[in-house]
């Protein structure tokens, strides 16, 4: 939408100088542009990390319905067997585990605000399969290897794109396939 602007600016530099230029995208179709402008070109593209291709992705949205609710028949659901829930706040996910705890679910819950012996039982207990649903903060989100994680549940959004491929990936691991829900409003 500026090109013109760029050539008058370009146009009016001196021939002999050393030119940077950033985008956040450059389309195949601009190629020619960057031609136009620069004399042997050097192209450096800093790729941010992809999503598992074995990971099926997608939102839940929540038009106005408790989320607590969401959740609680999404885990009703057949298929849901080891579900991994990440939120926020350590005090959010303590008041949900108790919820889903009133309600019949198998949960456990792990954040920074919990001794290591917790943390390491309540690992443990969901890699046995004796609990179907661990909540975290983003303390699980990356180094832990789990077998079998069915789903990963963003009921609270991650803060950033890298938190969000480290969350998504502890399912679909070791060739197996996974799902990711994000819980939109």
């Known amino acids: 939408g500026f090109i013109h602007d760029m050539k008058y600016v370009i146009e009016n530099l001196p021939k002999d100088r050393h030119s940077l230029f950033f985008s956040a995208t450059l389309p195949e179709k601009l190629n020619h542009v960057v031609h136009s402008f620069l004399t042997n070109p050097i192209r450096v593209e ?24 969401v959740l609680h028949d999404l885990l009703d659901t057949e298929g849901f067997d080891k579900v991994l829930v990440f939120g926020r706040t350590k005090h959010g996910l303590n008041k949900l585990s108790k919820i889903l705890f009133e309600r019949g679910v198998k949960v456990a819950a792990i954040h920074g605000n919990k001794s290591q012996s917790q943390r390491q039982k309540a690992l443990k207990q969901f890699k046995q399969d004796y609990i179907q649903v661990l909540l975290a903060t983003d303390i699980a989100s990356r180094g832990l290897d789990i077998d079998d994680v069915t789903h990963v549940i963003n009921y609270d959004l991650p803060q950033t794109y890298e938190d969000y491929i480290h969350r998504i990936g502890r399912t679909g691991r070791a060739n197996k396939t996974g799902t990711a829900l994000s819980f939109v409003d």
Do not use: H, L, M, T
Not at 47 to 68: L, P
């Open 46 to 69: 800093v790729e941010k990390q992809k999503a598992s291709v074995n990971v099926s992705q997608d939102i839940v949205k929540i038009k106005g319905r408790s989320k607590v609710d």
